[in-house]
């Protein structure tokens, strides 16, 4: 048998990880500023959690949610205190598309409504319903299709209040990324957050908050949206809950009723991943890592707008994106493959960075340094 084809692949086997660093089968150490897609999000292999998995694991990994699971109270309770979402509830899943499919589902069993606004450029995940409100066709099988999604588009509130006006009562969600990510680091601004937050109030809508990428402290508060002031009455979370343990999970409003039934998975929840997860949070807390992705975003971004050859450098903490000129279309690849620096990227020619929330400054700089060289060997 041999692998289903669906990756472009880098041709680099990873071995060793640590911290901000990870090393190749070569013992060649790469600078990691993409953190696996935004999943490293308190360092690869952290001790702390390293020694919570393993200590978890020595105990029991996984029973179904069937019984009392003290660790899933625990971390509910921790989410609650770190988030600042005490009065929220916590469903646990596994990965980001299936917290957005429950949290879609749980608007329209709660609202009685079937509709659903999604905004251009949007990323939520691969499951039918997620991807249905992706705004990607390629990845839409037919069976995925629905005419129950509307993209509209992106930080356009008056768009969105005329939508409202028209169909305003047969809206269940509108689902919207604080920061989109593949879409190519586009903020959603305060104002259009907020006035999300007001018709959904006016219409009696759900606002999801989509905080899989941009959510768990990357942009310097714990979910992205709340530098509107304004609390969203879903936000869903998957990526750098676990630091590369899979787990996934929605926080609902008290304005939600749970029924027995209503939304259940196997593995969601089990001993392993919470303890992943418990660690995650215990390690944002101790090491201040939201203040830290704020003061190593800012710098960085002060100083990717001071290179001339680079534009449109934008995003929040540690969730940065910047536009490379076509001439420089190799940039990304070159920072790899000659300078041994991963970075994420999103069509046509934007790179975003990605990388876990304890990156110091001294990583930061050595970045910038070596950016400044990879350009300066594109002028001719
Ligand atoms: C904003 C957003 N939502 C949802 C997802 C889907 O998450 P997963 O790949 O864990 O299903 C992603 C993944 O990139 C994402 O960026």
């Not at 393993?54 to 660790?71: D, H, M, R, V």
């Not at 910047?322 to 990304?332: G, M, T």
């Not at 070596?370 to 594109?378: E, P």
């Amino acid at each position: 048998m041999k692998l289903f084809d669906v990756y472009p692949i880098n041709d680099i086997i990873i071995t060793k990880a640590k911290g901000s660093r990870v090393w190749d089968n070569n013992d060649n150490e790469y600078m990691d500023l993409y953190g696996g897609h935004a999943v490293i999000s308190i360092g690869h292999t952290h001790p702390h959690w390293v020694n919570r998995i393993e200590t978890q694991l020595n105990k029991i990994a996984f029973y179904s949610n069937s019984i009392k699971i003290p660790i899933q109270e625990e971390l509910a309770a921790k989410l609650g205190e770190v988030s600042g979402k005490k009065n929220f509830d916590l469903f646990l899943c596994n990965s980001g598309a299936e917290a957005n499919e429950n949290a879609l589902k749980l608007a329209s069993f709660h609202t009685n409504r079937k509709k659903i606004i999604a905004f251009k450029k949007g990323f939520h995940g691969r499951t039918s319903l997620a991807v249905a409100a992706t705004d990607n066709p390629s990845i839409v099988a037919p069976v995925n299709e629905t005419n129950n999604i509307s993209f509209l588009p992106f930080n356009d509130s008056n768009s969105l209040t005329d939508y409202f006006k028209l169909h305003g009562n047969e809206i269940a969600a509108v689902i919207v990324e604080g920061i989109q990510g593949v879409g190519g680091i586009n903020v959603a601004n305060n104002e259009f957050l907020i006035t999300i937050r007001s018709l959904c109030d006016q219409y009696g809508a759900i606002y999801i908050a989509d905080s899989v990428q941009c959510g768990y402290g990357r942009s310097g508060k714990f979910f992205s949206h709340d530098h509107a002031g304004v609390d969203a009455d879903i936000y869903s979370m998957a990526k750098g809950m676990g630091n590369g343990f899979p787990i996934g999970g929605i926080i609902i409003s008290p304005i939600f009723k749970a029924k027995h039934s209503m939304l259940g998975t196997t593995f969601g929840g089990n001993h392993l991943a919470c303890a992943a997860a418990l660690a995650v949070l215990e390690v944002i807390e101790s090491e201040s890592l939201m203040q830290n992705a704020e003061m190593i975003g800012n710098y960085l971004q002060d100083e990717l707008k001071s290179i001339s050859d680079l534009s449109g450098t934008r995003g929040r903490g540690l969730m940065i994106g910047f536009d490379v000129p076509e001439s420089h279309k190799n940039l990304k690849k070159d920072l790899l493959f000659k300078y041994r620096i991963f970075t994420g990227e999103a069509k046509p020619n934007v790179i975003r960075l990605l990388p876990s929330l304890g990156l110091s400054l001294e990583d930061a700089s050595l970045f910038i340094s070596t950016l400044k060289q990879a350009i300066a060997a594109y002028q001719p």
